[in-house]
């Protein structure tokens, strides 16, 4: 049963924003090595945002699938229990945050399981409360980038001038076709909300699991610079960088994975000659 608005929907506070840009950030689907919620948690920390509402949680998940184990796994939320005492539970949260100094709205959270218009309902709404004229979704894959390189960036728009505007930020337009997301549902209905909507998506090393703090320091700094914000850079640098030297001293031990590491760079390496030569030359 759908509930109303004002309940799936809570607004502690209004900031003072004109013409806006709701930056988007999902965990599940497109997240792979944290990097969309990794990169705009980053933000929101760097940036000292202050959370302004929540869509409450309760409406649109599911926390109990019949299946093996590692399947139910997936869905249902985290337990802590330490000595025998039950300490916390995990349930899903999707909070938005404020910057108002650059009018910027961020929001975290889960992809929904269900209802994806009702949670719709509540992003578009609070866009047009907050006059937020355009959205904008960070996301990542696995790929064929090496972990010493830079990510890729692939960019899907809803508009013909948002796709010109991304170009200088050294993006790729995005082709595919395939299991749609929840973003997806956004997009095919951003128009008629009346906002424009952007998806940047990174292509991240697809042999490494967990979290990515290279990437998510490298999507962060992109990301600035598309948002025209500054942040201090030694405070992205450091922690991506310890990672890079223990992901390589252990890629370095493992004969097969090396060989492929380096393959990828080569690879990527003369993709990039190849485009910056077209580039120069057209």
């Known amino acids: 049963m759908t509930l109303p608005l004002n309940e799936m929907l809570r607004i502690h506070r209004r900031p003072a924003i004109e013409s806006g840009t709701l930056v988007l950030a999902f965990s599940g689907w497109m997240d792979g090595g944290d990097v969309s919620t990794g990169t705009v948690e980053r933000l929101v920390d760097l940036l000292g945002a202050d959370e302004i509402a929540e869509i409450d949680p309760e409406p649109f998940y599911i926390h109990n699938i019949p299946g ?100 200088p930020y050294g993006v790729r337009p995005s082709e595919y076709e395939g299991p749609g997301s929840f973003t997806s549902y956004l997009m095919a209905n951003a128009a008629s909300a009346g906002v424009e909507m952007i998806s940047l998506v990174a292509e991240i090393p697809g042999y ?22 500054s942040l201090e850079s030694d405070a992205l640098r450091t922690a991506g960088t310890e990672w890079e030297l223990q992901v390589s001293s252990i890629v370095e031990q493992d004969e097969e994975l090396a060989e492929e590491v380096r393959r990828l760079e080569e690879q990527y390496d003369n993709e990039l000659i190849q485009t910056d030569s077209g580039e120069s030359t057209s």
Request: hydrophobic share 45%; aromatic share 10%; proline share 7%.
């Open 208 to 229: 490494l699991q967990g979290a990515n703090p290279l990437c998510i320091a490298a999507v962060t700094r992109r990301l600035a610079k598309i948002l025209r914000i």
């Open 68 to 167: 093996p184990m590692e399947v139910a796994t997936v869905f249902r939320p985290p337990v802590e229990i330490s000595g025998g005492l039950f300490q916390n539970i995990e349930m899903p949260k999707n909070r938005f945050f404020a910057y108002e100094e650059a009018n910027l709205l961020f929001f975290v959270g889960k992809e929904p399981n269900m209802h994806w218009r009702d949670f719709g309902k509540c992003i578009f709404h609070l866009a047009r409360e907050l006059d937020i004229e355009r959205i904008l979704f960070v996301g990542s894959f696995g790929g064929a980038v090496p972990h010493t390189r830079e990510p890729r960036l692939f960019v899907t728009c809803t508009d013909v001038g948002s796709l010109e505007e991304m170009k």
